[in-house]
């Protein structure tokens, strides 16, 4: 079954960088678009970035576009995202997860999630 | 881009049937058939239970379903359990490569 582990989360002061990972297994990586997702604490969940499957496009919400950029290593079946310019907003757990359309364009649906990783962003 | 409209709450008693909305513009929900909803238990993972407006992934009870008029989604959960207990958050695709959610709804199972 599809297994998505995110990893790489911590505690960073303001203006800070972290990179997450998210390693994916029970599925063909390669030939779905994937997303990230974030959740501050309390609160609801905020679409963050999709990446398509070949890794050309990749689409942002304007509160992270400039600072944030999601990429993907489909041999070695892994997604990132590079958060820089970290403010106390971006605090939350974050997600990855898999878009339910093979080779879909277009952020749409996230039929799999990942038990997400937390990100602090505090002095 | 404003997140989509949710009520906060909602609530219903073992075996009867609650309706959750999930109101935005013509711009997202009502330009686009790419309406999901998903469940959220406290400290878990979201998990799918709509797509596609009326769509049920495989595995998901027949007691929940979707609909669409205009720019409001809903989410009706029928002969309600207590294992439905949980947030429900709608999304949308917005068009310009972006995806919405809502602002989540919790409902209590009385």
């Known amino acids: 079954q599809v297994q998505l582990v995110e990893s790489g989360g911590g505690v960073v002061q303001p203006g800070g960088s972290l990179t997450l990972s998210c390693a994916a297994s029970?599925?063909?990586?390669?030939?779905?678009?994937m997303h990230w997702v974030r959740q501050a604490p309390g609160r609801g969940l905020e679409w963050v970035a999709f990446i398509r499957y070949a890794g050309s496009h990749t689409y942002y919400a304007d509160s992270v576009k400039g600072r944030f950029t999601s990429s993907r290593d489909n041999s070695q079946n892994t997604l990132y995202l590079q958060m820089n310019s970290l403010r106390p907003e971006d605090t939350g757990v974050y997600y990855c997860?898999?878009?339910?359309?093979?080779?879909?364009?277009?952020?749409?649906?996230?039929?799999?999630w990942g038990q997400g990783t937390l990100v602090t962003v505090s002095s | 881009q404003s997140a989509l409209t949710q009520p906060p709450s909602a609530s219903g008693s073992p075996g009867q049937s609650v309706t959750i909305s999930c109101t935005g513009t013509s711009s997202d929900v009502g330009g686009y058939n790419y309406v999901s909803w998903y469940q959220q238990h406290p400290g878990k993972a979201p998990k799918l239970m709509i797509f596609e407006v009326h769509k049920r992934p495989s595995g998901v009870p027949d007691r929940f379903s979707g609909s669409k008029s205009g720019n409001t989604a809903s989410l009706t959960v029928s002969g309600l359990q207590a294992e439905d207990e949980a947030d429900y958050y709608c999304?949308?695709?917005?068009?310009?490569?972006?995806?919405?959610f809502g602002g989540g709804t919790k409902l209590t199972v009385l």
């Open positions: 029970g599925f063909t990586f390669s030939g779905f678009g």
């Open positions: 997860a898999k878009d339910f359309y093979g080779s879909g364009f277009y952020p749409t649906t996230l039929d799999s």
């Open positions: 999304s949308s695709y917005a068009g310009t490569n972006h995806l919405l």
